[in-house]
């Protein structure tokens, strides 16, 4: 009985890495065409990818918006974790508020989205995908955030005050340390999720704003080439990069 | 108490940044979303004064002779200075044939008295119910969108009728939506179950071995995986291949725009998120208990079912309605890989936005998403059989 359902759970897991898996070989094909097997080994597709400047600008697009989405998403999810933590009052009403983001499905909150900043002339720009790739990573930050100062006990934080320590130093010196692998950990899901946005990106960026996902979906409605295989390895890699980094915060803690 | 008011206080601002973002992204963006559902600004803006008398006119029989010459006049001046655009697209909408009639009467100019020349210029005219459409779209507010997207419609005289049918697509659309989503969790639960225990049983380093092989694609892009099996369906990728060499089929099989292969990737995109909860809640579960049950005499399937299952049954639902949240609102995947008849709402609510440029219909359909999902989970919330 174990033998059968650890051989199917095994199936599963394969089934769950094998388009990745077989996507992988496609991006080194030396052909033209996605079939296996492979004619030959190159690295042809991957010098389109990063000799086209359709792609780069998407690459590029997608650093930006993510970087600046980490930072506005991290130090304002950040913030109001630490306000929750220390008491805010109607603590759970705040987290139900913040937390909305990942509730409404994601189309509908990317239709508003667009309602919205079509009005206000933030459509067809990146600081439009910043905010709202922002609102939509703010909620993993908090949650990050938040667990991590269940890590710790906050009567340190009344110790320190009782010891004359300021407000501000009681946040440099204790709050922002214990803190940092949780932040940290906030910042990687906050970039991931902006890496992986989509239809916000569908409803209100324009052809100078396209982000990879947004390139990706563009090319599989044109001539299939290989360049989108090696597109989807590259994505995959910075994915895994980010896994990496956050398994590795997850045991510091 | 009085040093921890401070602290409230503080930490309340301390939220405010991260509130006034989601406020500012996200609740007056929905908020204006509902607006857009019942926004009715086109008449009123493009023919002010029509819409002035239109508001006044008692909806008897025909409106005076003063609504004919206005309309007539400012639909000619709003054709020449060409901002007629919307409001056609508006009443047209409404009603087919709207444009033919509004461009042709914005064209001829009708000589006085226009209460006789308009009907004569087009029969339509004299009919009460092509005046009571212009009166309903000068108020500014309407239901016409939120009702054809449950495929209703207003009948002249203001009553709420059903479509002819044949006409309404949007229920089906719904219920399809839905039948796709309940499918896809159900197969999610069926499969994840099995491998979460499967897992949950695994010794602490096999654990987290496979724990990280679910990882993997949890943290890998939807759009990717997506993408992943795009390639692998074409009429000549992978997967015909290997079947017509492996001489399965003699021909390759049409995989791509499939229903077959949406329920496939989505299954495969959404599995972790069932896998990944339900290997935390059967980790926690006390081993003692079902030693407890096998030393009283209870075989396998009995520890089971009324052990073991009953105590993982809250993950269950929790990482179901993950699934299942996520499923109706999917995109992505139908839109790639499904052809015509697997689109979901999300498509339709996707075409009107970036095709046809209909934000009220847009809203509509997104509204009556957002309200099938709210009750679905608050009827998830009551029923749930631990609430805190």
């Given at each position: 009985?174990?033998?059968i359902?650890r051989?199917?759970a095994s199936l599963?897991l394969?089934f769950?890495?094998?388009?990745l898996l077989?996507?992988?070989?496609?991006?080194?094909?030396?052909?033209?065409s996605m079939t296996?097997?492979i004619?030959g080994?190159?690295?042809r597709?991957?010098q389109?990818f990063?000799?086209?400047?359709r792609w780069l600008?998407?690459?590029r697009n997608?650093?930006?918006v993510?970087?600046?989405t980490?930072l506005?998403?991290?130090?304002?999810?950040?913030?109001a974790?630490?306000?929750?933590?220390?008491?805010?009052?109607?603590?759970?009403?705040?987290?139900a508020?913040?937390?909305?983001?990942?509730?409404?499905p994601?189309?509908?909150?990317?239709l508003?989205?667009?309602?919205?900043?079509?009005?206000v002339?933030l459509t067809?720009?990146?600081a439009?995908?910043v905010?709202?790739?922002?609102?939509?990573?703010?909620?993993?930050?908090?949650l990050?955030?938040l667990?991590?100062t269940?890590?710790?006990?906050?009567?340190?934080?009344?110790?320190?005050?009782s010891?004359g320590?300021?407000?501000?130093i009681?946040?440099r010196?204790?709050?922002l340390?214990l803190l940092?692998p949780a932040?940290?950990a906030?910042?990687?899901?906050a970039?991931?999720?902006?890496?992986?946005?989509?239809i916000?990106?569908?409803?209100?960026a324009?052809?100078?704003?396209?982000?990879?996902?947004?390139q990706m979906?563009a090319?599989?409605?044109?001539?299939?080439?290989?360049?989108?295989?090696a597109?989807?390895?590259?994505?995959?890699l910075?994915?895994?990069?980010?896994?990496?980094g956050?398994?590795?915060?997850?045991?510091?803690? | 108490?009085t040093?921890?008011?401070?602290?409230?206080?503080l930490?309340?601002?301390?939220?405010?940044?991260?509130l006034?973002l989601?406020?500012?992204a996200?609740?007056?963006?929905?908020?204006l979303n509902?607006?857009t559902?019942?926004r009715?600004?086109?008449l009123?803006?493009?023919?002010?004064?029509s819409?002035a008398?239109l508001?006044?006119?008692?909806g008897?029989?025909?409106?005076?002779?003063?609504?004919?010459?206005?309309?007539?006049e400012?639909?000619?001046t709003?054709?020449?200075d060409?901002?007629?655009g919307?409001l056609?697209a508006?009443?047209?909408?409404?009603?087919?044939?709207?444009r033919?009639?509004l461009l042709?009467?914005a064209?001829a100019?009708?000589?006085a008295?226009a209460s006789?020349?308009?009907?004569?210029?087009?029969?339509q005219w004299?009919?009460?119910?092509?005046w009571?459409?212009l009166?309903?779209a000068?108020?500014?507010?309407?239901?016409?969108?939120l009702?054809?997207?449950?495929?209703?419609?207003?009948?002249?005289?203001g009553?709420?009728?059903?479509q002819?049918?044949?006409?309404?697509v949007f229920?089906?659309l719904f219920?399809r939506s839905?039948?796709?989503?309940?499918?896809?969790t159900?197969?999610?639960v069926?499969?994840?179950?099995?491998?979460?225990h499967a897992?949950?049983?695994l010794?602490p380093?096999?654990?987290?071995?496979?724990?990280?092989?679910?990882l993997?694609p949890?943290?890998?892009?939807?759009?990717v995986r997506?993408?992943?099996?795009?390639i692998?369906l074409?009429?000549d990728?992978?997967?015909?291949?290997?079947?017509?060499?492996?001489?399965l089929?003699?021909a390759?099989a049409?995989?791509?725009f499939?229903?077959?292969?949406?329920l496939?990737?989505?299954?495969?995109v959404?599995?972790?998120?069932?896998i990944?909860?339900l290997?935390?809640?059967?980790r926690?579960i006390d081993?003692?208990?079902?030693r407890?049950?096998?030393?009283?005499?209870a075989?396998?399937?009995r520890?089971f079912?009324?052990?073991?299952?009953?105590?993982?049954?809250?993950g269950?639902?929790a990482?179901a309605?993950?699934v299942?949240?996520?499923?109706i609102?999917?995109y992505i995947?139908?839109?790639?890989?499904g052809?015509?008849t697997d689109q979901?709402?999300?498509?339709?609510?996707?075409?009107?936005v970036?095709?046809?440029?209909?934000?009220g219909?847009?809203?509509?359909l997104?509204?009556w998403?957002?309200?099938?999902c709210a009750?679905?989970?608050?009827?998830?919330y009551?029923?749930?059989?631990s609430?805190r």
């Amino acid at each position: 009985m174990k033998l059968i359902s650890r051989l199917f759970a095994s199936l599963i897991l394969l089934f769950m890495l094998a388009p990745l898996l077989v996507v992988l070989p496609l991006s080194f094909s030396a052909g033209p065409s996605m079939t296996l097997p492979i004619p030959g080994l190159s690295l042809r597709w991957y010098q389109d990818f990063f000799t086209g400047a359709r792609w780069l600008l998407a690459a590029r697009n997608s650093l930006i918006v993510g970087t600046l989405t980490t930072l506005v998403a991290t130090s304002l999810g950040t913030l109001a974790a630490i306000g929750i933590a220390i008491g805010a009052p109607r603590a759970r009403l705040l987290l139900a508020a913040l937390c909305l983001p990942v509730v409404v499905p994601s189309v509908i909150a990317a239709l508003a989205i667009y309602l919205a900043f079509i009005r206000v002339g933030l459509t067809n720009s990146l600081a439009g995908l910043v905010l709202a790739h922002s609102v939509l990573g703010l909620p993993y930050v908090v949650l990050t955030v938040l667990a991590g100062t269940k890590q710790f006990d906050l009567g340190l934080l009344r110790a320190a005050a009782s010891l004359g320590a300021s407000r501000f130093i009681i946040l440099r010196r204790i709050l922002l340390p214990l803190l940092a692998p949780a932040i940290g950990a906030g910042a990687l899901f906050a970039f991931a999720i902006s890496f992986d946005e989509l239809i916000v990106a569908l409803f209100i960026a324009g052809p100078e704003q396209f982000t990879l996902p947004r390139q990706m979906l563009a090319s599989t409605r044109e001539f299939l080439s290989p360049t989108l295989a090696a597109a989807a390895v590259l994505v995959s890699l910075v994915s895994l990069a980010l896994l990496g980094g956050f398994a590795l915060l997850q045991r510091r803690r | 108490m009085t040093p921890r008011k401070p602290v409230a206080r503080l930490g309340l601002l301390l939220t405010l940044p991260a509130l006034l973002l989601v406020a500012f992204a996200l609740l007056l963006p929905l908020g204006l979303n509902l607006a857009t559902a019942v926004r009715d600004p086109e008449l009123a803006a493009t023919l002010p004064r029509s819409a002035a008398l239109l508001r006044q006119w008692d909806g008897i029989g025909l409106p005076e002779d003063a609504a004919f010459a206005t309309l007539a006049e400012e639909l000619h001046t709003a054709l020449e200075d060409q901002r007629i655009g919307s409001l056609i697209a508006r009443l047209n909408f409404e009603r087919a044939g709207m444009r033919t009639l509004l461009l042709r009467t914005a064209r001829a100019m009708p000589a006085a008295p226009a209460s006789m020349a308009l009907p004569a210029l087009d029969p339509q005219w004299g009919d009460p119910a092509t005046w009571h459409i212009l009166r309903r779209a000068s108020l500014g507010i309407t239901p016409l969108y939120l009702l054809r997207a449950l495929d209703l419609d207003l009948a002249a005289d203001g009553a709420i009728i059903a479509q002819p049918a044949g006409q309404g697509v949007f229920l089906n659309l719904f219920a399809r939506s839905f039948a796709i989503a309940v499918v896809v969790t159900g197969l999610c639960v069926l499969i994840g179950y099995p491998v979460a225990h499967a897992i949950a049983g695994l010794s602490p380093g096999w654990g987290r071995a496979a724990m990280a092989l679910v990882l993997v694609p949890f943290w890998i892009s939807i759009l990717v995986r997506t993408t992943a099996w795009f390639i692998l369906l074409q009429h000549d990728g992978p997967i015909n291949a290997a079947l017509l060499a492996f001489g399965l089929i003699d021909a390759p099989a049409q995989l791509m725009f499939t229903r077959f292969a949406v329920l496939l990737a989505m299954v495969h995109v959404l599995l972790p998120f069932i896998i990944l909860p339900l290997v935390g809640v059967m980790r926690r579960i006390d081993r003692g208990l079902l030693r407890a049950a096998a030393s009283l005499g209870a075989p396998a399937w009995r520890r089971f079912a009324f052990v073991y299952l009953p105590l993982t049954l809250p993950g269950v639902g929790a990482g179901a309605l993950i699934v299942f949240m996520m499923a109706i609102g999917f995109y992505i995947t139908p839109a790639l890989l499904g052809g015509a008849t697997d689109q979901m709402v999300s498509a339709a609510i996707a075409d009107y936005v970036n095709g046809s440029l209909n934000w009220g219909m847009a809203s509509a359909l997104s509204v009556w998403l957002l309200v099938g999902c709210a009750l679905i989970v608050s009827a998830a919330y009551y029923l749930a059989p631990s609430r805190r």
